[in-house]
């Protein structure tokens, strides 16, 4: 993520290097923004179990939540390996 610029630095310098408006631009950021938004929101949806995981994977694609389910195990077994009273002190 970039960080300490301005949003119109970026802007102008976006818009100078594509050579396109700033409306343009603007039309682009909103786009991928909700996309970025409809993507997190099946994630979430997914994983609280309110859509199944053909839903999610019609959306996501393999990858995607291949990788969701592999972070969710690691950190139910992370939870699991914690919690267990073999290794509590």
């Not at 102008?12 to 929101?41: C, D, M, P, R």
């Not at 053909?54 to 939540?65: C, E, V």
């Amino acid at each position: 993520m970039v960080k300490n610029i301005a949003l119109g630095e970026q802007l102008n310098f976006l818009i100078t290097q594509h050579g396109i408006n700033e409306a343009a631009i603007l039309a682009q950021a909103v786009s991928k923004g909700v996309h970025l938004l409809y993507q997190e929101a099946i994630t979430e949806a997914y994983l609280l179990g309110t859509i199944s995981r053909k839903q999610a994977l019609k959306t996501l694609g393999t990858d995607i939540l291949e990788e969701i389910d592999y972070q969710r195990d690691a950190l139910k077994h992370d939870v699991e390996w914690g919690l267990s009273s073999e290794y509590l002190a």
